[in-house]
């Protein structure tokens, strides 16, 4: 069959059923859905919703019902997902992080007729704004909790008719009709619905699913942990559910590596701040280390910095299989010893870690794209000739892009959504002749990478007149492994200056060798030796810029920057209008001529 819908999958999933297609734990042992049992669920929760009313209404995206999903991934996300759309009516997933005003605002925009949440928590929330949303008639919790009405509640065994019922419906849903209005959370602004049809996100899906192909269809298990309300993870899961992929659920963001080591997945996804505190953990383990242990510890470290694609001397080949003996199979048997790629996105990768775990044989597939794009326009594949460091991979199938004049990236395909829900405005600003304004800035490397260089909001302009973008800045300087976090500042400044959050993993043992007591980070921050070594990583990067994107200042930071303290969205992008409002005295500080505490001149050395 051709699918053109989303839900199509399930018609290829009934043709080799599974015992686990969908797994999770509960109670501390993983439970297992077959085929069977998910597309039952799946049936059954349609049954309900049309018996609740909810329809395709005169087939309109502003006719059709609206369900709200606010969750941790588990099972019942996709078993909803599913159900929702087989019927016609439309998803609206949302963070379950978001604030309770957020919440409100989203779900009388799409007047949301009935809710389904995770827990006590979530339903809580929903229940404070209930009575500002005249369209929300029930609240349905996944897990069983007082007060709040359970999901199962609403399941009835199939009767006779219902499955042709069902059909009879959905066979009314075309490729063109949304299935869903995913919500950016957005780095500033209010938060955007992003309509995306069966055919923006399946066109995306089968194109992705290239990528997968070369994984043998007895190894294709995955773990899956990021927020599924995120295209990302949406999109990677249908190609999972197309591809014959069976997906574990990992428990939460604190029990991935324990998840990992029992599912032994093959391929997961992630974003880069998770590789980052990955490979921190890693160094903290190997600064442990005594002796000769740690001596080749470190030297397998350097060995897979020099990592290249498409491979080194012979004498290189000795030493990375020497070190993969040594020390690279033991990371690979920390995350389950199956791990063979993690495809990646949401924000750039280092190049130093896409070294490192690639040199480990956990290769690194960076994509890009946006929501709006269903989401991806480019990916590095596994083949070797289809990946280069320091991009975001070759276009994927059927999406076109130029270069704008001034360097914007446009997309054009049948993955770009079909609009803003209730803004035709700003939708005609950034679909402009089919062509879709990506907002970010980039170019062909060798006319076949896509590279991206910088987002066009963010790149300012000093006092003096000259543009600075920041991103290859902050992403270079990163590459030092005592640099955490850091924000390249100076929008109508006479200087370009840093905050910067220091790598505590590796900045603490540093400390330990060099006798330097610690008392805390503030206190550290203070340190003249600790200033001084900043001092010194940014002065050796900055001639690798030109002068005026040379840091002459920096601030050090003594707080780690995150989603639940707010400097970074949920899927780890900096918010830099948050950071500055947040970090205003130290940025005036930096710009108002005082010795600060914690700021430090930066002395470039001479070329």
Request: some cysteine; aromatic content about 8%; hydrophobic content about 40%.
């Amino acid at each position: 069959m051709k699918a053109t819908r989303l839900f199509d999958c399930m018609a290829l999933q009934a043709a080799t059923p599974v015992a686990g297609l969908l797994n999770a734990k509960e109670n501390g042992v993983w439970k297992l859905y077959s085929t069977e049992t998910v597309h039952r669920l799946v049936n059954e929760l349609s049954m309900a919703l049309l018996n609740l009313g909810i329809s395709a209404g005169d087939g309109t995206t502003e006719g059709r019902d609206k369900i709200a999903l606010i969750s941790n991934g588990r099972p019942e996300w996709l078993i909803t997902d599913l159900a929702v759309q087989q019927i016609g009516a439309i998803l609206v997933p949302l963070y379950p992080n978001s604030n309770a005003k957020e919440l409100e605002q989203i779900l009388n925009e799409s007047a949301v007729k009935y809710v389904f949440v995770s827990g006590t928590e979530l339903c809580d929330k929903i229940t404070e704004v209930k009575a500002n949303i005249p369209s929300l008639k029930q609240i349905y919790s996944f897990d069983r909790i007082d007060d709040c009405a359970h999901w199962l509640e609403l399941l009835k065994p199939l009767q006779a008719g219902d499955i042709e019922r069902i059909k009879t419906i959905s066979d009314t849903v075309k490729a063109d009709d949304v299935t869903t209005i995913i919500y950016t959370s957005g780095t500033t602004g209010r938060p955007k619905g992003v309509m995306l049809t069966h055919k923006n996100i399946l066109t995306n899906v089968m194109d992705s699913g290239e990528v997968l192909k070369q994984i043998p269809v007895e190894a294709r298990t995955a773990l899956s942990f990021l927020p599924l309300n995120h295209i990302f993870e949406k999109m990677c899961t249908y190609i999972y559910f197309f591809f014959g992929f069976s997906i574990s659920y990992a428990e939460s963001m604190d029990t991935i590596g324990p998840n990992l080591r029992e599912v032994k997945p093959y391929i997961f996804t992630a974003v880069p701040r998770l590789l980052e505190k990955v490979f921190e953990r890693i160094m903290d383990a190997g600064q442990k280390l005594e002796g000769m242990k740690k001596k080749i510890f470190l030297w397998s470290i350097a060995v897979a910095e020099e990592f290249e694609i498409h491979g080194k001397s012979p004498w290189y080949k000795i030493k990375l299989a020497i070190a993969d003996k040594l020390v690279y199979s033991k990371w690979r048997e920390a995350v389950g010893g199956n791990v063979k790629a993690i495809v990646v996105g949401s924000s750039a990768t280092p190049i130093k870690l896409e070294k490192i775990f690639t040199a480990a044989k956990i290769v690194i597939l960076e994509g890009y794209g946006l929501t709006e794009t269903s989401p991806v326009i480019a990916v590095n594949q596994y083949i070797p000739a289809m990946r280069k460091f320091g991009t975001v991979g070759p276009l994927l199938g059927n999406v076109q892009v130029k270069i704008a004049e001034d360097g914007e990236i446009l997309c054009k395909g049948d993955n770009v959504m079909a609009g803003y829900y209730k803004n035709p405005e700003m939708t005609a600003e950034v679909i402009q002749d089919g062509w879709f304004h990506t907002g970010d800035i980039g170019m062909l490397d060798e006319g076949k990478f896509l590279k991206i260089t910088d987002r066009k909001k963010e790149i300012f302009k000093t006092s003096g007149g000259k543009y600075v973008a920041p991103l290859p800045i902050e992403n270079k300087m990163k590459e030092n492994h005592f640099i955490e976090q850091m924000m390249v500042i100076g929008s109508e400044r006479k200087f370009v200056s840093a905050l910067i959050v220091p790598s505590y993993t590796n900045l603490l043992p540093w400390c330990k060798e060099n006798d330097i007591l610690f008392v805390g980070h503030d206190q550290l921050m203070q340190n003249p030796r600790v200033i001084a070594l900043f001092n010194g990583i940014i002065a050796g990067f900055n001639p690798e810029f030109n002068h005026v994107e040379q840091v002459k200042k920096i601030a050090l930071l003594s707080n780690e920057w995150s989603v639940e303290s707010g400097e970074l969205t949920p899927t780890g992008k900096m918010k830099r209008k948050v950071i500055m409002e947040k970090y205003q005295k130290e940025i005036d500080k930096l710009y108002s001529g005082e010795a600060g505490d914690s700021t430090c001149d930066i002395i470039t050395p001479a070329h």
